[in-house]
């Protein structure tokens, strides 16, 4: 060999041995190993067995994907190709492995399957592109992850649970927190855990830009899982997309079409603890995804709806903003001096001059004001109507979402988000707000954005959550950075639209019955939602109200206590009641004299300037599955919070908490005190020891600062 042909030969070794070393090709049947996980192929079944430190979670698993009407599954395919890269993301630094299935039913499509593992990390992600070689092809269904072998990975204990998460909070939906006994279906995330070890399994999506992603699972004798798809093209009656009413018209999910089609990216992940579980998932999300930025505190503030609703007034709603000022902001009712104002629905019952000068003399008063509106809602129903803000070019029924040739509804008519009406609308309702002073929104409704379509006026936009993202891009840009938007009725996902998120829908009524009222549905969806906190700057618990006349009963001093708490546990914390004594629609003396009472204790109120939501103690200790917990808790550098509700109308809940439960050292006194009584703490044998009386609340603040330690 001569010196040139050595030297040529040399360079190609060393490229050789470079591309080995960032692009490994393994042979089928051998294992995908990294951190913790372990993925073993199949070779006889092609197949996926996915394991956690030695432990099989889920076994048989394969990729499952609809072409036209044609379903298509990888364990179908004859030839796996297992392919390694390094990654370096939003996520972090890592390693990919592309798995590529060939040789199908269908000749010309090829299944690729990405993974991605990161440094210390107990999850991975995974998605899946379907590939054609020639010609473009759709499909409203794929599934990265799909099994119907009898899984189990947590022990034969009564304590075992799947949690169903909603698709938005429409309707009085719950989050349901349930045994493993029947076939269930969450929206974007579920969690299967045991609720004594705290162990257990996180399925989701982390993307939401294209697909409505459910997790559909088959439950056996509280142990067993029989079947688990998470896939992306869910369509069903909590997405709204399905009804059997004769005004609104079904459809199914869009399709996606193109040479390669791409599902939505899903974490799995097993956890130590399935509530840190559920937090790392929300802040993966909120990596892909940031959420809009919010840097003034939490709002504290008032809103029209629960009791002036459509009978809101100028100079009732000044008398209020007044109230507020005087009476409650200089006695701690407020955040870096400021509170929010909102008028509600019927906002319209002010001529224009007097929206103005309301959102002036709400400026006034160092508060900020607040309206509401619908933008993809029309609640008139007049299609020959023209669209405002668009000089007369389009009528309403120019811009109606339409399913099957009909008009697409939940409660109202839904628009088009793409459509270039819809937008000029928009700008033109977003101007006018701003103009008039408005520096927060309270956006309703916004759910009817997402449904799926015949079609959309962008006709690269194919599916409803497509269709969502193009319009609320467009509204949040709009609105800039310096407007709160405050999301009520809408999906869980996409997040980064808005500066809040209303937990669950319209919980200002009473604790009624047993207990079970809207704070209890309330506490149901902070029970399973408060990881939302790290998607969203803040949750929202809805507006409260502390007196109505006809149910005086039911807003006592210790139910007003607890929904005070409901509220200051979640985030933001707005009061509703009529505080007027002016306008054509005074309120009742009494309303003001329990506010002056209860907004206006300082511990409880530096809570809520936290701004972050209390999580769980348990998880599976609700009375029924669409029920609330009762034990809240949230730890700062400083402090312990603990919240216990009493939701029995008869009883006196008595009981010890474990301080180990909460993680607190066992070598460390207790101290500390109820803040809404203020006595100290009692403890005995490292346990708290709690009594609540009938429909009240305790909330306890421990010291975790001292350094006294018992030898």
Known sequence: MNKIHSIAFNYLAVIVLLTCFHLQTLSAGNKIKNNDWEIVYNSSTHTTDYSYKGQFLL???????????????????????????????????????????????????????????????????????????????ASNYIAPLYTSERNSFLPKDSTNRGLRVPYDNDAFVSYLSAPLEKEEVSFEVTSIFNGTSRKGLIIGSVEHDTWKTGIRY??????????????????????????????????????????????????????????KGLEQFGEVNAAIAPPRQWNTGTPFG?????????????????????????????????????????????????????????????????????????PFSDWFG???????????????????????????????LAVDPT????????????????????????????????????????????????????????????????????????????????????????????????GWGTTNYMLNSLSFGWWLDRVYTFNDADHILLYKPEE??????????????????????????????????PGNETARKKA??????????????????????????????????SIYMMDTDRYIYIAIFNFDTNSVKEGRLDMKRIGYSQNKRIEGKELWTSTPIISVNKELVYSIPPQDVRVYRIDVSHKNVDK
């Open 59 to 137: 076994k048989g698993a394969y990729v499952k994907a609809k072409i036209g009407e044609t379903d298509v599954r990888s364990c179908d395919f004859k030839t796996i190709e297992i392919r390694k890269e390094k990654v370096n993301d939003k996520l972090g630094k890592g390693s990919k492995y592309i798995v590529t299935y060939a040789d199908g039913t269908i000749p010309e499509i090829k299944i690729e399957q990405y993974y991605y593992f990161y440094s210390n990390k107990n999850y991975f992600l995974t998605e899946v592109w379907i590939c054609s070689a020639d010609k473009e092809i």
């Open 218 to 275: 088959q439950g056996e004798n509280n142990q067993y899982i029989t079947k688990l798809e998470c896939f992306g093209g869910i369509t069903h009656e909590l997405t709204r997309d399905i009804s059997d009413k004769p005004d609104r018209p079904s459809k199914e999910h869009g399709s996606i079409r193109g040479k390669k089609l791409k599902s939505p990216k899903i974490l799995i992940g097993f956890f130590d603890d399935w509530r």
């Open 302 to 374: 008032w809103n029209s709806w629960a009791a002036m609703a459509t009978k809101v007034n100028y100079e009732g709603a000044v008398d209020v903003a007044d109230f507020i000022k005087q009476e409650l902001q200089p006695q701690s009712f407020e955040n870096n001096q400021t509170t929010y104002i909102g008028l509600d629905s019927f906002w319209d019952n002010f001529n224009e001059d007097q929206l103005i000068a309301f959102a002036r003399h709400c400026k006034e008063n160092g508060q900020k004001a607040g309206i509401y509106w619908c």
């Open 382 to 412: 007049n299609a020959e109507g023209i669209v405002e803000g668009t000089n007369g070019q389009w009528k309403y029924k120019d811009i109606y979402l339409y399913a099957n040739g009909k008009p697409r509804k939940i409660e109202s």
């Open 419 to 514: 459509h270039p009406g819809t937008k000029l609308r928009m700008k033109h309702y977003i101007e006018k707000f701003k103009r008039w002073g408005y520096t927060y929104i309270k956006l309703d409704f916004i759910n009817n954005g997402t449904l799926e379509a015949d079609s959309f006026y962008n006709p690269d936009v194919t599916t409803g959550t497509q269709a969502y993202n193009e319009g609320m891009q467009y509204l949040s840009d709009l609105c800039g950075h310096d407007m709160f938007l405050a999301l009520s009725i809408a999906p869980v996902f996409p997040t980064q639209y808005g500066n809040s998120r209303r937990i669950s829908c319209d919980t200002w009524g009473a604790m009624s019955e047993e």
């Open 552 to 585: 005086a009963d039911n807003y006592n001093e210790g139910a007003n206590r607890a929904r005070i708490t409901s509220a200051v546990i979640t985030g933001i914390y707005m009061l509703g009641d009529n505080f007027s004594s002016k306008g054509s629609l």
């Open 596 to 629: 002056k009472a209860l907004v206006t204790n300082k511990e409880i109120n530096e809570i809520a300037r936290l701004g972050k939501s209390f999580y769980p103690v348990e998880g599976y200790m609700a009375k029924s599955p669409e029920k609330a917990e």
